[in-house]
């Protein structure tokens, strides 16, 4: 289980150490936690980052941090 001081997923996508979807493991992950942060705080986005995901989905996200990650974003 990860702990509030562990690597966010955001900060692990952008690094190439995990694929997009595992985003998904992170997501359950925060569910069956106790901690008192955010989904979006434990995933690591930001407000933007995190409106593009619920209001039009993965690929969005996956858009704007795959931007971030060529350094187009």
């Known amino acids: 289980m990860q702990t509030e001081n562990t ?3 955001k900060e692990r996508y952008l690094a190439g150490e995990i694929a997009f979807e595992a985003i ?3 997501s359950q992950e925060w ?5 008192a942060v955010t989904l979006r705080e434990y995933l690591g986005l930001n407000a933007e980052e995190e409106d593009a995901w619920v209001s039009v989905g993965d690929e969005a996200l996956k858009e704007m941090l795959d931007r971030q990650r060529t350094g187009n974003g």
Do not use: E, I
């Not at 569910?31 to 901690?35: A, I, K, L, R, V």
């Open 7 to 9: 690597t966010r997923f």
């Open 24 to 26: 998904d493991d992170y």
């Open 31 to 35: 569910g069956f936690s106790d901690t």
